[in-house]
């Protein structure tokens, strides 16, 4: 009997100790995720160890202070950039991976386990991936050469050696061809004459980046019209006269001195000397002594001497926390120009295109060869080959590795520099999909196709089964300390959401050691924001509004009506929303595709499905005249399988593998799926039991099969052209709410989607729909919106908040529930469906906006009363609520952190058991907490500035404090103007001085009490 008494009490010690990680668990409901997200939902940091200045009580401070405000991930980023811009340089501090480093990273590990806080490493210093210890051998190469043009038979011509960079160069062959279209100079150099030269010959070649915010590269697939004769060779007529091991004894390395065999026939003969040499691309804005080449990005066996030379004594330092603390490994964007040469190009080429590379050479030295067709394929494949060698031999190695440790990546590897990559195979092949988004700066990256890369990680990350679409969020260059959150940051972010992402990594949260003063050192760029921000004590609730859209953001699928194959063309890269480049913007939703993305679906039901059930209606076909033949095979399966293809017909294979040939198949294909007759007519053809669509955009298409927009707004307060609502769609089932600790499952799988049926993904009946929609206009707009779906309760949740509530104005109508929804400037709302209704419910309100009545003006004097860097001791009264910097008082004029506004005043209430008092404040600048006889409500950030404050206030005398604070721009500006022994504040950024504008600050206007009443209809005219 004793021992059956002590099992029950094991047992219950075991059930008690158990319990509370269950219960977890299962209390996470839709609901309670988004009032209080959880750790997967809360956003990251870029944790910017500034030139190596950190030390241990920096380190245990700032993830303190992450966990405390909202965060739960930090990415190490050591890197330097403190002094440009006009800014002043920080002093050095340890270098990466030094004994001195990895004793900080230990620490810093050893703390992020004690808090919870996952961590990711960027792993080198600073970005594009090189350091001290690159051998030039191992460095980016490019194909160099050096040209004479020879008339008559000659024992012997000396071949100068092409340029060469960092003092390395490796031959790859010497080749001759008859020329013809040359005059030749008196040193025996060409100029072609005649023709036209290879249009944009040096981005074709692979060579150069094509410029900064992931342009559309299909223009480097066309090129002049053929002229018949313009070619200077055929490729049949290039002799390879050494290569390899022969060269020495056909050349002299040193002098350059060429044994040429005879000629076969007279005439001009070219003879051309290939090899290659360092690019002589650098490590970017790196740390202190942490400067070097960068590693050949096609060659595996140069990142695998970087990785033992550099990160697995990291790993190794990790231990037991590798995989659990040490979550993620990163390497920032690419930035380091092109690269068209490994020494395993020639054999990589031939494996991958099926034919060798060297005799096509002398078309990257602007010869046509054959004709302009075929010089033009030709320098695909060599795009291609580059980008498929950057997959395989550099991210690729970087994720094996890593996962070797149970430890997942997320590298900015697709852009938005146009790289010569594929950049959504790139951003797929990452466990986290990420790339970045910029807010609103004066002077740089102007214009939203220059800020918002969202959408191509977005893109990735659906078509791959990745859960997470993470972005470097809130970067700019131009402002510090300046970045308004109500009208820069968040609609920054809400416009990123919209586009995809669903996980920030703050940049830049810089650390900043004690002795640097306050607001201490930053990085040059940004959006500076660390515990030495004035604003930092008081963003809890702001940051509470990221994580709240996050956590909805990463449930279930997206849902989408297109998606877009984008072509094998490498660049390639996809642009925002702003581009619409499937066409089917406004109403239906669109995805991106890479050609692995499109091998990877299947057809059901007419739909186009990848496994995690991630589905489409149609598939739009890139408009350019070329196509790979396997992708085009997968097409005519998909098609006889029931999709919908919508594109032109392709005239042509790309690259030049198994040509002409090929071209013969393709037409096979093609005059099948789009009949032979070739004109561009608006056209559908049945093709099994699909069709192939041309002449006809996606949205034309989706109208005329009575496919209703998934999202409509029918009309609003403000006019068409003044409005600017985005909005995103997910879809969940509703037994599967995604959340939890990082801890407690691998970030490989952690990433992951499940995979599901395509008949559970098309039954409506058990899902959730979640539809987030932002008000991007700085204007407030009331408007109608139709959401395709019916029978389900639509409910209004406010991430601002954290209020859920069912809609009380709605109906249902022709499949459409119509919702009226009230946006403040750059407001934002969640409509969430889950709940079953009746096909003719509606609601029984005439819209869900709230009106309110002013109940009294807390006018008069108030007490206001400033922390003591100020200089001054007692309160200051305030007649009128005004901006600081409008005041004659210089110590307020500058004032830079929190402030308390007091006021008594006295309230009868009323008599109306329904009656919802709130306070509003007309402008806040930036952020106040709000207090009512001692007892804290919350922190106001954003428009509106207004808060229900009916069960804090009395009848008859209340006390209200609202604690003001500004940003840190003010002081520096004003100290700016004082000699340096009188300052408040200490940094290095220098770009704010006593010219700089001053930014508003404080209370301004007015302070109300409210009443909220239900209106019987809407009081804004509808246009």
């Not at 307020?892 to 952190?897: E, H, L, M, T």
Request: charged content about 25%.
């Amino acid at each position: 009997m004793k021992t059956l008494h002590k099992f029950y009490f094991v047992t219950f010690l075991f059930v008690l100790f158990i319990c509370p990680m269950f219960s977890n668990a299962d209390e996470l409901t839709l609901d309670s995720g988004f009032k209080t997200p959880p750790d997967s939902a809360k956003l990251w940091a870029y944790w910017w160890w500034l030139n190596g200045n950190v030390d241990k009580e920096t380190i245990t401070k700032d993830l303190s202070e992450m966990r405390k405000q909202g965060f739960c991930g930090a990415l190490i980023f050591d890197a330097d950039g403190s002094g440009l811009d006009g800014n002043v340089r920080v002093p050095v501090g340890v270098m990466f991976g030094s004994t001195q480093w990895r004793e900080l990273y230990k620490h810093t590990l050893n703390e992020a386990a004690r808090l919870g806080i996952s961590i990711s490493l960027n792993i080198q210093s600073g970005w594009n991936l090189g350091g001290p210890n690159v051998k030039p051998e191992n460095a980016t190469k490019q194909i160099v050469w050096s040209e004479i043009i020879v008339t008559e038979n000659n024992a012997e011509i000396i071949l100068p050696r092409p340029p060469m960079k960092h003092n390395f160069y490796r031959d790859i062959a010497v080749i001759t061809f008859p020329v013809k279209n040359i005059n030749v100079t008196k040193n025996n150099s060409a100029q072609s004459i005649k023709r036209r030269p290879l249009d944009k010959l040096p981005a074709k070649s692979a060579i150069s980046e094509l410029g900064g915010s992931a342009p559309n590269c299909n223009y480097l697939i066309a090129d002049e019209v053929e002229v018949a004769g313009e070619e200077d060779a055929a490729v049949d007529d290039v002799i390879i006269l050494s290569e390899g091991e022969s060269l020495e004894k056909t050349i002299d390395l040193q002098t350059g001195v060429l044994k040429l065999p005879p000629l076969k026939k007279s005439g001009t003969w070219s003879v051309i000397r290939f090899g290659c040499t360092c690019t002589g691309a650098r490590v970017s804005t790196s740390s202190g002594k942490w400067q070097g080449l960068v590693i050949d990005h096609l060659d595996a066996d140069a990142f695998d001497i970087y990785w033992n030379e550099n990160i697995q004594q990291l790993i190794d330092d990790a231990g037991s926390l590798a995989g659990k603390t040490l979550r993620y490994l990163h390497a920032d964007s690419w930035e380091l120009g092109g690269l068209n040469w490994t020494k395993t190009m020639r054999e990589e080429f031939k494996k991958r295109r099926g034919y060798d590379i060297v005799p096509y050479l002398p078309i990257l030295a602007g010869k046509i060869l054959s004709s302009r067709d075929v010089s033009n394929r030709f320098l695909f494949d060599l795009r291609r080959t580059v980008g498929d060698l950057v997959v395989d031999n550099h991210y690729g190695r970087l994720k094996s590795k890593a996962h070797e440790f149970g430890i997942g990546i997320h590298p900015e590897s697709g852009g938005p520099h146009a790289a010569p990559i594929d950049s959504l195979q790139l951003l797929g092949m990452g466990d986290i999909s990420m790339s970045e988004f910029w807010s609103w700066s004066p002077r740089h990256r102007i214009g939203e196709p220059n800020r918002f890369f969202a959408k191509h990680p977005a893109s990735a990350a659906h078509t791959h089964g990745k859960r997470f679409v993470a972005a470097e969020g809130f970067t700019n260059i131009g402002l510090h300390w300046q970045e308004s959150f109500a009208d820069n940051l968040k609609p920054a972010f809400d416009q990123a959401v919209c586009e995809g992402c669903n996980l920030v990594v703050w940049h830049t949260f810089s650390a900043s050691p004690k002795s640097a003063g306050v607001p201490g050192n930053e990085y040059f760029a940004g959006t500076h924001f660390n515990p030495q921000h004035t604003c930092w004590n008081y963003s809890a609730d702001f940051l509470t509004y990221i994580n709240r859209v996050q956590f909805l953001m990463q449930q279930g699928l997206y849902v989408a009506d297109v998606v877009q194959y984008y072509g094998d063309n490498v660049p390639n890269f996809t642009q925002g929303e702003w581009s619409n480049v499937a066409k089917s913007l406004p109403d239906y939703a669109y995805d991106v595709a890479s050609m692995d993305a499109v091998l990877n679906m299947t057809v059901f039901d007419k739909r186009i499905f990848l496994p995690d059930g991630m589905n489409y209606k149609v598939l739009v076909l890139p408009d350019v005249s070329g196509i790979n033949l396997f992708l085009l095979q997968k097409i005519y399966s998909m098609v006889k399988d029931g999709a919908t293809i919508i594109g032109s017909k392709p005239k042509r294979v790309s690259g030049l593998t198994n040509y002409p040939n090929v071209d013969v198949e393709l037409k096979k294909i093609v005059d099948e799926l789009w009949g032979t007759d070739d004109n561009s007519v608006t056209k559908i053809r049945r093709v099994g039991k699909g069709c192939v669509v041309s002449g006809m955009t996606a949205a034309e298409l989706l109208r005329n099969d009575k496919l209703l927009p998934d999202v409509k707004r029918l009309r609003g307060s403000l006019p068409d052209g003044q409005h600017r609502l985005k909005w995103i769609h997910r879809t969940l089932n509703n037994n599967s709410v995604f959340g939890g600790k990082f801890e407690k499952i691998s970030p490989i799988k952690f990433a992951l989607t499940p995979e599901i049926t395509p008949q559970l993904a098309l039954d409506n009946t058990s899902r959730t729909e979640i539809y987030f929609v932002a008000n991007l206009a700085a204007k407030a707009d009331k408007t109608e919106i139709a959401f395709r779906v019916t029978q389900k309760q639509p409910e209004i949740w406010d991430a601002v908040t954290g209020e859920i509530s069912d809609a009380k104005s709605f109906s249902q109508e022709n499949g459409q529930t119509i919702v009226p929804l009230e946006f403040a400037p750059n407001g934002s709302v969640f409509v969430v469906f889950r709940k079953p209704i009746a096909a003719d419910s509606k609601g029984i309100a005439a819209d869900n906006s709230t009106q309110f009545e002013t109940l009294q003006i807390l006018d008069g004097d108030w007490k206001v009363k400033f922390n003591s860097l100020s200089g001054l001791s007692e309160p200051v009264i305030f007649p009128r609520l005004i901006d600081w910097t409008k005041h004659a008082d210089e110590r307020i004029k500058y004032y830079s952190g929190a402030a308390v506004y007091q006021k008594e005043f006295s309230y009868k209430k009323a008599n109306r058991s329904n009656q919802r008092i709130y306070l509003e404040l007309d402008l806040v600048r930036e952020m106040a907490k709000i207090r009512i006889n001692g007892k804290n409500i919350c922190t106001l950030w954003a428009k509106p500035f207004r808060v229900d404050v009916t069960d804090v206030i009395q009848d008859g005398n209340n006390i209200l404090e609202l604690e003001v604070v500004n940003h840190w721009a003010n002081r520096v500006i004003g100290d700016a103007k004082l000699p340096e022994s009188q300052r408040q504040t200490k940094t290095n950024i220098k770009r704010l001085t006593a010219e700089t504008p001053l930014l508003e600050s404080g209370l301004i206007g007015n302070v109300q009490l409210k009443e909220s009443i239900i209106s019987s209809e809407s009081k804004i005219q509808m246009k």
